[in-house]
């Protein structure tokens, strides 16, 4: 009880700490009222994906938001696909954090650093949480998906290194 404590302390200084930036100030409509918080989760469903989620519960449970599992494809799944992606998303929740975490899940279509952008700017997302692995390779290695989520989101990011 007392590891959870600090953990949750730990994270709430952290995003305390974290940099929000602007971005552009675009058109899209609100998709929920100002007042109501979420807490984006990225995921691909590998491993390395799902670090983050841990953290992206408790971030979601001291701020009191709504934690939306999101996972973007690059293509539009047909029906039996989507219906799998929202059940393996809706999954991903423990039994025990049902009782006090409110959830939702999204799937959208296209790339995955503008789904997530996108995604976290429509939800009035107060923070994302994304997990991120070391890029291997030479300087010429395409940034990753989080170091992007990370340079252009509108609100801060917590990101969980793997």
Not at 83 to 91: C, D, T
Request: hydrophobic content about 45%.
């Amino acid at each position: 009880m007392r590891l959870a404590l600090a953990i949750s302390t730990l994270i709430v200084a952290i995003c305390c700490a974290l940099q929000a930036h602007d971005t552009k100030s675009g058109s899209a409509a609100k998709s929920r009222p100002a007042g109501d918080q979420t807490v984006p989760n990225p995921t691909d469903f590998s491993e390395e994906s799902l670090v983050a989620l841990r953290y992206a519960l408790s971030v979601a449970k001291i701020e009191g938001s709504e934690l939306i599992l999101l996972h973007a494809a690059s293509e539009p799944p047909r029906h039996e696909v989507l219906k799998e992606y929202y059940r393996r998303l809706n999954a991903l929740i423990p039994q025990e954090a049902r009782a006090w975490c409110k959830s939702d899940a999204l799937v959208s279509v296209g790339d995955p650093v503008e789904a997530i952008l996108k995604a976290a700017s429509e939800q009035n997302a107060d923070c994302i949480v994304i997990s991120a692995h070391r890029a291997e390779g030479t300087f010429n290695v395409p940034l990753t998906t989080a170091y992007q989520v990370v340079a252009h989101a509108h609100c801060p990011v917590l990101r969980v290194r793997c």
